[in-house]
């Protein structure tokens, strides 16, 4: 049983959560196409100042393509195993929409399973963890990744902020009468997940709309709005602006920030705490 609200409990937030992409495709040069670099990497990670990863072995960004079930296990099962072998202590969470997944990586140990399709894809997630009595990461999004960024999917007549709320709070019950529990339960905004880079900037503004932020994940490292922002095209050169957000983000309380680069981000948190702009 993984107590996430202890865990949270344990210090200060934000907690940073290391993004180890277990696949050849991401938008992140992190991307790492063998376990042993994705080992690699989750490592590093975890020296920089870590306190959780985020393992995935299928790109979500927008437009790609989905994989099987069966190959995202073969990539971040042995990242997985591994890691429980060498940091038993560390505290893993996996990226995923595939009921397969999740069971395989939740036998393995994983505490967290990150559902950025909001139970739609997989709705059995939530049974299988509130029965391994793990933790739900509820991510917002709409349609699918080859989709999502379609007029369609991206029209928020009723405010975006507003909507995200509501769209998440659905999921949230449906995890509820799964049988997660409540304080199991972080949601993510989704930026860049079926918004456009306006809508970003809107939901930022509106954040404590969407749910308290002492329990809400965000990702927004390296993101396609960033660069939409200043004109930096290449997400890995957008790591000032990430790294300007971020510290926003955990200025205005941020339970965990999802990111690429955890050395930058814990090291200016500690410089924040030592001048007392972050409590």
Request: charged letters at 25%; hydrophobic letters at 45%; aromatic letters at 4%.
């Amino acid at each position: 049983m993984f107590d996430l609200t202890g865990f949270l409990s344990s210090r200060r937030a934000p907690f940073i959560m290391g993004v180890v992409n277990a696949s050849c495709d991401s938008f992140s040069m992190e991307r790492c196409s063998t376990a042993d670099s994705a080992l690699a990497r989750a490592l590093a990670h975890l020296d920089c100042g870590a306190d959780l990863l985020d393992i995935g072995g299928e790109s979500t960004r927008p437009g790609a393509h989905e994989v099987s079930g069966d190959l995202e296990k073969f990539r971040v099962l042995p990242v997985v195993r591994n890691l429980k072998k060498v940091h038993p202590e560390a505290v893993l969470s996996v990226d995923t929409r595939h009921a397969d997944v999740a069971k395989a990586v939740l036998d393995a140990g994983v505490e967290i399973i990150n559902d950025v399709s909001m139970l739609r894809r997989s709705p059995e997630i939530a049974d299988l963890v509130a029965a391994a009595g793990a933790a739900l990461v509820i991510s917002h999004s709409r349609g699918t990744p080859e989709n999502m960024m379609t007029p369609e999917y991206c029209s928020y007549p009723d405010g975006v902020a507003a909507m995200v709320a509501d769209e998440l709070a659905s999921a949230r019950e449906k995890a509820l009468r799964s049988g997660v529990r409540e304080g199991n339960i972080l949601l993510d905004p989704g930026f860049g997940f079926a918004k456009t880079p306006e809508q970003c900037w809107e939901l930022l503004e509106e954040l404590e709309k969407v749910c308290p932020l002492s329990r809400m994940l965000v990702g927004i490292s390296r993101k396609s709005f960033l660069g939409a922002l200043t004109g930096e095209r290449e997400p890995e050169r957008r790591a000032g602006e990430t790294l300007a957000l971020e510290l926003v983000l955990a200025g205005r309380g941020a339970a965990v920030i999802r990111t690429h680069a955890v050395r930058e981000l814990h090291n200016a948190l500690m410089v924040m705490r030592k001048t007392g702009s972050l409590c």
